[in-house]
Each structure stands twice: as structure tokens, then as C-alpha cells.
């Protein structure tokens, strides 16, 4: 019985509660945050009244190459 309960109906109930919940960011509030994880987070941490950014630019990072040359063999 306890069986069921965690992997039959527990799943399913919590499922069926997912579709009907509402967004925690109505979807045309933010056009900069599809997800609404920048609103969400200012929810939970506060936020720092800076604007969304108008577009999302990528960091100019290259990759790491370490040189192991320096090190003895594994025996």
C-alpha cells in the first residue's frame, strides 16, 4: 500500500497539480526573462533596482590549457 502511495499516487496527484498552478510570472510581463527566473529570484533575494539587460552578450572566455609536461609519469 505504501508503495503505492509513493510511486503511483503521489506522482500522479502532484502532476495533475502542476497543470494547474499559475506561472509565477505572467508570460508577457518580461520579455527579457522567458523564464521568469530573474523575477522569481528578485522575489526571493531582493532586488537591486538595475534594469534588465536589453540584450544578452556573452563572455570572452577562452579556454584553460594546463601543461602537465612538468610532471613525472604514473607508474
Known amino acids: 500500500m505504501t508503495a503505492f502511495l509513493l510511486f503511483i499516487l503521489l506522482p500522479t496527484a502532484l502532476i495533475v497539480l502542476s497543470f494547474r498552478m499559475k506561472p509565477v510570472v505572467p508570460p508577457g510581463e518580461s520579455p527579457h526573462d522567458a523564464l ?3 523575477l522569481a529570484a528578485t522575489g526571493l533575494f531582493g532586488g537591486h533596482g538595475l534594469p534588465a539587460d536589453a540584450r544578452s552578450v556573452p563572455e570572452d572566455t577562452d579556454p584553460v590549457r ?4 612538468g610532471l613525472p609519469d604514473r607508474e
Open 66 to 69: 594546463f601543461d602537465l609536461s
Open 36 to 38: 521568469g527566473g530573474g
